[in-house]
C-alpha cells in the first residue's frame, strides 16, 4: 500500500508481473509492430527533408522566396482528403503537416541565407 508520500504506479507498470503471458505476448506483438511503423516513418521523413533541401537550394539559387502559401494550403488540403480516408483525425494531419512545412521553411531561410 502507498503512503501519501509515494506515488502509486498503474497494475503492471514497468513490470510484466501480474499480466498473463498471452496478454504479455499481444502486447510485445503490438509494440514491435508500433516500432517498426516508427522507423519506417523516421525514413520516410529523412526522404522527404532530403528532397525539400533540393527545393530549398533550387529556390534560393533562382531567388524565389522560402514560403509558397498556395502550394502550402493545396498540401494541407490534399493530406486532410488522404488522413480522412485513411481514416485518421484531418484536424492531426494538419497540425503534423504545418509543423514539417515550418520546419522546410525554416531550412529554405537558411539556404537564402548561405546563398547570399
Do not use: W, Y
Amino acid at each position: 500500500m502507498s503512503t501519501p508520500h509515494e506515488p502509486r504506479e498503474p497494475a503492471g507498470a514497468g513490470t510484466t508481473g501480474g499480466i498473463e503471458p498471452a496478454v504479455q505476448a499481444e502486447l510485445t506483438r503490438l509494440r514491435e509492430s508500433i516500432d517498426n511503423i516508427d522507423a519506417a516513418v523516421v525514413h520516410m521523413l529523412a526522404e522527404r527533408f532530403k528532397a525539400t533541401q533540393q527545393v530549398g537550394v533550387l529556390k534560393a539559387r533562382h531567388q524565389l522566396p522560402p514560403a509558397d502559401p498556395a502550394r502550402e494550403a493545396r498540401q494541407i488540403a490534399r493530406l486532410r482528403e488522404l488522413a480522412e480516408s485513411a481514416r485518421l483525425d484531418p484536424a492531426f494531419a494538419e497540425k503534423l503537416l504545418n509543423f514539417i512545412i515550418a520546419e522546410v521553411i525554416r531550412h529554405h531561410e537558411t539556404i537564402a541565407d548561405g546563398a547570399r
